[in-house]
């Protein structure tokens, strides 16, 4: 009976773990992508870039500038909700370090 | 450095908690007294002043406790006050944004890092950092490696000829052939350029690239006495290839590339 219902059920397992599966990555790869400054630092480096090649203008600038930053934040504020660390903010010595 | 412990009867009691007051801190230099650097700080011309340790000093300016973003007022704020001092101190920079409670966490700061500090410092006295990047004019490398590489002006030629015939085999392997050649003359062109500035400079870094015309993005760590030396260099190199690459030289920048201390911090609640 074992290796029946296995293979009856097949169909119905198969595409269930599969789909766990992929909203397992699906998630982690967004929580990735929430939570990661890296691609929207370099942006705003390449922004900088443009200014400085003269291929966007000031007002072009700080408009793009802004769009970033809010970027920026969002991150940070993922990242706070996700409980991970976030760069910015006060800090001081940690504490075993002083101790 | 044994002159450590003579001065630390030095070290003024720290005054009362300013309230709500923040200390944003710059960069650490070698310094045994305390210093005003004017009102040049970040969030509209703070006074900047130093945090004093032995002889350590962190440079300061009062600050709300906030998140700073790195827009470009910002981001030029914190370098000013770096460019300032570095005229008449080798300093250590700090990362931008970097804000302490008190008074009281900057010393903790200096007391607990005093060795780490004070090692770095001893070895980037009087260095100074340079940034170069390279950009390069696509159509004009791809017009130079047409004119040297026999293959590939043959196969363009044919191509020409016989425009419509031409097999999309061909123009698969012209593409090919261009994309390969123009990798190999970027490595080419950035070997030279850090061959030409090897003997001027004490060290290099290079830098992902940005954009796609970006082929070289390096940061070289210099003494102060190579300044000339190292400035002429570049001059010289960027003349060599003005037909081809355009050069973007900054500096001097404090060594943020060449100083890399990991500080153990952590969220002051």
């Known amino acids: ?99 | 450095m044994a002159s450590g412990d003579s001065t630390a009867e030095k070290m003024e009691p720290l005054p009362p908690e300013s309230a709500g007051e923040g200390k944003y801190v710059y960069c650490i230099i070698r310094l045994d007294r305390s210093r005003d650097f004017g009102e040049i700080g970040i969030g509209g011309g703070a006074r900047v002043y130093t945090v004093n340790y032995k002889d350590l000093a962190a440079i300061v300016s009062d600050t709300p406790i906030v998140i700073y973003d790195p827009t470009r007022e910002n981001v030029l704020a914190h370098e000013f006050v770096n460019e300032t001092v570095m005229r008449e101190f080798t300093l250590i920079p700090m990362s931008f944004g970097t804000v302490f409670r008190s008074e009281k966490d900057v010393g903790a700061l200096l007391k607990s890092t005093y060795q780490a500090f004070t090692d770095v410092l001893e070895k980037m006295q009087d260095k100074i950092e340079f940034g170069l990047k390279v950009l390069w004019d696509r159509d004009k490398v791809v017009a130079a490696i047409e004119q040297d590489n026999d293959e590939i002006r043959r196969l363009k030629d044919e191509i020409t000829r016989n425009a419509a015939s031409s097999t999309y085999f061909a123009r698969m392997q012209l593409g090919r052939l261009v994309e390969a050649a123009m990798e190999e003359a970027s490595n080419r062109y950035v070997a030279d350029v850090h061959d030409q500035l090897k003997d001027v400079s004490v060290a290099s870094r290079s830098n992902k690239v940005i954009g796609d015309r970006m082929i070289l993005n390096a940061a070289f760590l210099v003494d102060r006495k190579a300044e000339k030396a190292f400035d002429e260099r570049v001059k010289a190199v960027s003349r060599q290839y003005e037909d081809l690459l355009t050069f973007k030289y900054t500096g001097p920048w404090p060594p943020y590339n060449f100083v890399n201390i990991k500080l153990k911090l952590e969220k002051a609640t």
């Open chain 1, 1 to 99: 009976m074992g290796l029946l219902s296995n293979i009856l059920l097949a169909p119905f397992l198969g595409p269930i773990y599969g789909t766990k599966w992929t909203l397992d990555k699906v998630d982690r790869v967004v929580r990735e992508q929430l939570t990661d400054d890296t691609p929207i630092k370099e942006d705003l480096m390449a922004l900088q870039m443009q200014l400085e090649m003269g291929e966007i203008d000031d007002a072009e600038y700080v408009r793009r500038e802004a769009e970033i930053m809010q970027r920026l934040r969002d991150v940070r504020d993922w990242r706070e909700k996700l409980g991970m660390s976030t760069s910015g903010g006060p800090v001081r010595v940690a504490e075993d370090e002083t101790e």
